[in-house]
């Protein structure tokens, strides 16, 4: 059974910076894609950022493209996003997600982490 849990989530001014944290319990991390998702009070929970299993290949939604960088470590079963000059609209609950495929669709992800929360002050 796959176990993701994310780490790094907090209260930050507009302008400052964050990085997120998924440990992965499988022995399985390298074989899969792995997204972040987030949503926010009353939308629909989006994908802004997904690797694939080796690491060389990203996909990032517009809304954070330039300013968010999803990375993995296969040998330490962790995967990150590193989030720069955060906005007040980044504020949500940011989830990873082990899937079958980079792809940006929640559907692909098998499984998913409880959430980290992040508050983006103005």
């Known amino acids: 059974q796959v176990q993701l849990v994310e780490s790094g989530g907090g209260l930050v001014q507009a302008g400052g910076s964050l990085r997120l944290s998924c440990a992965h319990s499988?022995?399985?991390?390298?074989?899969?894609?792995m997204a972040w998702f987030r949503q926010a009070p009353g939308k629909e929970r989006e994908c802004v950022a997904a690797?694939?299993?080796?690491?060389?290949?990203?996909y990032y939604s517009d809304s954070v493209k330039g300013r968010f960088t999803i990375s993995r470590d296969n040998a330490k079963n962790t995967m990150y996003l590193q989030m720069n000059s955060l906005k007040p609209e980044d504020t949500a609950v940011y989830y990873c997600a082990q899937g079958r495929a980079m792809m940006r669709t929640a559907s692909i992800y098998d499984y998913w982490g409880q959430g980290t929360q992040v508050t983006v002050s103005s």
């Open positions: 499988g022995r399985t991390f390298s074989s899969y894609a």
């Open positions: 690797i694939n299993w080796s690491g060389d290949s990203t």
